[in-house]
């Protein structure tokens, strides 16, 4: 896979009351992006609700291991930060050197636990080798 080419997948994420989904990684990768999918609800982003997580937990319970629940609104005016989509991973601006050896995570790092705020949706895993 070209340093250039991330690769993405494609994640169903359920409703706001549902079960929250795991988000692990699939690839050795240097710089992930989670972002909601525009191919659900019209492309009218819902917001997403979740947990970061830490790598070490068994994430069997992801409010025990991480208490504090996170909001990730979604951009729609060029908003900037921790708190909007796209949920960045990795170094400065979310990109680190890979062929240093600074890696986000190895194939299956647990990075996210979500739930949409308001209706199913769906989220974008881009992960850049």
């Known amino acids: 896979m070209s340093q250039s080419n991330p690769k993405v997948t494609n994640i169903p994420i359920n409703a706001a009351g549902g079960a929250l989904t795991l988000i692990t990684t699939t690839i ?7 972002q909601e999918d525009p191919n659900y609800n019209a492309g009218v982003a819902q917001g997403l609700r979740g947990y970061y997580l830490d790598p070490e937990s068994n994430h069997a319970n992801p409010a025990r291991d991480n208490p504090i629940e996170q909001t990730w609104l979604p951009n ?5 930060g921790r708190a909007y989509q796209p949920i960045i991973f990795g ?3 979310g990109r ?7 890696y986000v995570g190895a194939q299956g790092t647990p ?8 209706l199913a949706t769906g989220v974008l895993l881009v992960e850049w080798p």
């Open 76 to 80: 729609t005016a060029g908003e900037n």
């Open 96 to 102: 680190v050197h890979g062929g240093q050896g600074n």
């Open 91 to 93: 170094g400065d601006a």
């Open 28 to 34: 050795m990768c240097s710089k992930v992006e989670v």
């Open 111 to 118: 990075l996210l636990s979500l739930v949409s705020s308001v």
